[in-house]
């Protein structure tokens, strides 16, 4: 098995860990987490009513060895675009560390907030609390996605465009497409999902 395939197999099993992480904070004893709700605190409270506070824990260290593991997949990746474009290739690297840097801050400032919120007892200061929290950081959400963005159609224009030895069919194996095919479904992870099932597609056509 080659070394590429292995960093494949790598980010599968990343983003599946990530996806299970994204998981423990959405999926609740008592309903989902929905931002909307943030602004009630009543609502916000029976949700998270009997909400274990290692979930939030195991989210946030699990999360970190999540993306150091499917971290290889898309630097092996960026390498592979090299011989076929250069800019391409640099714009998947500069992307793989925007996710990379901005994305682990993310995942960690979006178990904080809950650990936080259960730890001080649900109440409206607590609300209060996390919600100024995840305002001010929220800037690592909008880059971590940039950087998705900036990866994805760095990957998809020069399959699409005939430039790799992939079929042009094989676009569809990209983390923006996938996304975008999960977002009505409005599951939890979907990004992960997306990007487990880009990398397992790759894996064969590679």
């Not at 709700?37 to 195991?58: Q, T, V, W």
């Not at 178990?111 to 109440?123: I, N």
């Amino acid at each position: 098995m080659s070394t590429m395939k292995i960093a494949f197999l790598m980010a599968v099993a990343g983003h599946l860990l990530c996806g299970v992480c994204d998981c423990l904070l959405t999926y609740l004893p008592h309903g989902r987490f929905r931002f909307e709700d943030m602004k009630d605190n009543r609502k916000l409270s029976a949700a998270f009513r009997d909400m274990p506070l290692r979930n939030s824990l195991l989210s946030m260290l699990l999360g970190c060895l999540a993306m150091f593991l499917f971290a290889f997949g898309y630097l092996a990746l960026a390498d592979w675009m090299r011989a076929f474009s250069e800019p391409c290739a640099l714009l998947m690297l500069i992307s793989t560390v925007m996710v990379l840097t901005f994305g682990m801050a993310h995942h960690v400032f979006c178990g904080v907030p809950e650990w936080l919120y259960v730890k001080l007892g649900r109440t409206e200061e607590a609300r209060q609390l996390i919600t100024e929290f995840f305002k001010k950081t929220s800037v690592t959400l909008i880059v971590c996605y940039l950087g998705f963005l900036i990866f994805g159609v760095s990957l998809f224009v020069p399959v699409v465009s005939g430039w790799t030895p992939l079929p042009r069919w094989a676009c569809v194996f990209n983390i923006l497409p996938l996304m975008l095919a999960l977002m009505p479904i409005r599951v939890g992870g979907s990004g992960n999902w997306a990007g487990a099932i880009m990398f397992l597609g790759l894996s064969f056509l590679l």
